[in-house]
C-alpha cells in the first residue's frame, strides 16, 4: 500500500482524460518537474495532506467531484496549497470566480505547453517559501527563529546556507547590524545539526570586562587568583561537543585573542592556574556588527585570528534592505503578541501601514517586535494624543504624557541595546528613577539586550 502523503512529487496533475493527463505528465516530467497522474479527483485526496509541498493542476470538468469542487475541498484542508484550472472555453468563468476565491491561475485550452510550465514553475516556488515559512514558524515557537522569517531572495540564501552548514564542523563568522537576528542564526546552526545533544554556549564578548572575559572563557584553577576557590570549567570546554557563540566579537580584549586563536589552531585549552592541556571538540560561531575584514573597521582585534575564525561568512541583511519581508514579519510579531498579553489582533490603520512601508527599521527586527507588541497593546506608535474611539474615555494627561515617557525610554533601549549605563546618559535621568519607571511602564530592559 503506498504512503497516503506525497513527499516525491511537485505536480500533481489531476484528469480524467487518459491520453491527455499521460501527454501533460510526461511533458512536465521531461522540463524537470517531479510530476504524477490522477484519474480523479477523488484518488488525488486519499493522497494529499496539508504537508503537500507541491502544485495541484485540474481539469474543471470531470465526473463525480469536478475540479472547481476538488480546488475548495483542498482550499478547506489548506488554503495555501497552489490550484491551477484548467478550463474549456464554456467554464471560463467559473475559473474565474474560483481564482476569486483564491485558485491560483487558470490556463484555457488548447494551451502551449510553456504556459503550462510557467505557470506551475512560478506556483511551486510560491509553495516552497510558504512551506519554508511555515518551518520557521514552528522553529520559532521553541527556538525563537522568527528574525530569520522572510521571503526575499537573501533571506532564502541564508537558510538555505544555514541547513547545509548546519552538520559540517567549520567555523562561521556572522554579520549583521544590532538587531538583526544573529544569535538566532548561531542557534538555528546549533539546533539542525548533530550539535544539538550538546550544549549551546553563549557568551557576549563586549558584556565583561577584560580581567573577567579570560576565565570565563579558560575556566581556571582553585587558587589561580585570589577569590579562586574551587576549580572552574569555562565555557570553551563546557562548549565541547556543542556550539560556542561568541557574540560582540569585536569587543574582545586583545590579550583574550591571543590565547583563543592559540586554542582554535590546537583545539586544546589550558585553564588558568594549570599546564594540563584538554583536548576540546570545538565548534565556533562568532558575531559581529562590524566588518572585520577591512582593517579601518578592524582597528586592534589580531588580524590572524579574523582568518581563523572567517571561513564561512553569513551575513543578515538590515530590514532596510528586505523591506518586503516587513508585512510579513509584523504581523507574525503582531500575531504572537496579541497571544501574549490576551488581545484581539488589531485591525491595520493606514498610519502603521504608511510606518511599515517608510520606517529604515534602525535597530532592524527588534524594533519591528517592539513596535507590534506597542500596537496590539493599543499605544499606536507617534499618536500618544490621538483622539479615543467612540465610547472610550480620553485618556487624562498624565496617562497622555505617560505613553510619551514610556516610548521615550523604550527608544533610548533600542538604541542602546538595553545597555544601562548608555541608556540613562541619554535619558539624562538618575539610575533609581530609570528602574522605578521601568517598573511602572512594565518595560523589561533584557528583552533589548544585543542578541536577544
Not at 491527455?20 to 494529499?48: P, T
Not at 504581523?331 to 488581545?343: I, N, P, S
Not at 511602564?441 to 536577544?452: N, Q, S
Amino acid at each position: 500500500m503506498e504512503e497516503r502523503e506525497l513527499t516525491d512529487v511537485d505536480i500533481a496533475f489531476v484528469d480524467d482524460d487518459e491520453d491527455l493527463r499521460g501527454a501533460n505528465v510526461q511533458a512536465l516530467q521531461l522540463a524537470g518537474l517531479r510530476a504524477r497522474a490522477f484519474a480523479s479527483a477523488g484518488e488525488v485526496l486519499e493522497r494529499l495532506g496539508p504537508d503537500f509541498a507541491g502544485v495541484v493542476v485540474t481539469d474543471v470538468r470531470m465526473p463525480g467531484i469536478s475540479g472547481i469542487e476538488l480546488f475548495r475541498r483542498l482550499r478547506a484542508l489548506d488554503p495555501d496549497i497552489p490550484v491551477v484550472l484548467i478550463s474549456g472555453h464554456a467554464d471560463i468563468a467559473m475559473a474565474v470566480e474560483a481564482m476569486s476565491e483564491g485558485a491560483y491561475d487558470f490556463i484555457a485550452k488548447p494551451y502551449a505547453g510553456e504556459r503550462l510550465t510557467g505557470t506551475l514553475r512560478r506556483a511551486l516556488e510560491k509553495r516552497t517559501l510558504v512551506m519554508e515559512n511555515r518551518r520557521l514558524r514552528a522553529m520559532a515557537a521553541d527556538e525563537g527563529a522568527d528574525a530569520l522569517i522572510g521571503e526575499t531572495p537573501a533571506m532564502v540564501r541564508l537558510r538555505q546556507m544555514i541547513r547545509d552548514l548546519a552538520d559540517v564542523d567549520v567555523d562561521v563568522l556572522v554579520l549583521g547590524e544590532t538587531g538583526t537576528g544573529k544569535e538566532v542564526a548561531a542557534n538555528l546552526l546549533h539546533r539542525l545539526g548533530r550539535r544539538r545533544v550538546r550544549p549551546f554556549v553563549a557568551l557576549n564578548c563586549g558584556a565583561l570586562p577584560e580581567t573577567v572575559i579570560e576565565s570565563e572563557l579558560f575556566g581556571y584553577e582553585a587558587g589561580a587568583f585570589t577569590g579562586a576557590q574551587k576549580p572552574r570549567i569555562g565555557r570553551i570546554e563546557h562548549s565541547s561537543g556543542g556550539t560556542l557563540f561568541l557574540d560582540e566579537l569585536e569587543s574582545m580584549p586583545v590579550s583574550a585573542q591571543v590565547k583563543l586563536l592559540r586554542v582554535l589552531e590546537a583545539r586544546e585549552i589550558a585553564p588558568l592556574g594549570s599546564n594540563e592541556l584538554r583536548p576540546v571538540d570545538l565548534r565556533v560561531v562568532a558575531a559581529t556588527k562590524v566588518d572585520l575584514a577591512g582593517p579601518t573597521a578592524r582597528g586592534d582585534f589580531r588580524a590572524d585570528l579574523f582568518y581563523r575564525l572567517n571561513v564561512v561568512t553569513l551575513r543578515i541583511p538590515p530590514l532596510r534592505e528586505r523591506r518586503r519581508d516587513v508585512p510579513l514579519l509584523f504581523v507574525h510579531f503582531l500575531d504572537r503578541a496579541a497571544r501574549k498579553y490576551g488581545r484581539e489582533v488589531p485591525r491595520l490603520d493606514r498610519a502603521i501601514e504608511r510606518r511599515l512601508g517608510e520606517s529604515d527599521w534602525a535597530g532592524n527586527v527588534r524594533e519591528l517586535a517592539h513596535f507590534a507588541e506597542r500596537i496590539a497593546l493599543g499605544l499606536p506608535e507617534g499618536s500618544p494624543l490621538a483622539n479615543p474611539a467612540a465610547g472610550e474615555r480620553a485618556p487624562s494627561l498624565p496617562e497622555r504624557l505617560g505613553t510619551i515617557e514610556a516610548d521615550l525610554i523604550r527608544a533610548a533601549l533600542e538604541a542602546h541595546g538595553g545597555d544601562v549605563r548608555a541608556t540613562i546618559e541619554a535619558l539624562g535621568i538618575p539610575r533609581k528613577t530609570f528602574y522605578d519607571k521601568l517598573a511602572r511602564y512594565g518595560i523589561e530592559r533584557a528583552a533589548y539586550e544585543v542578541g536577544r
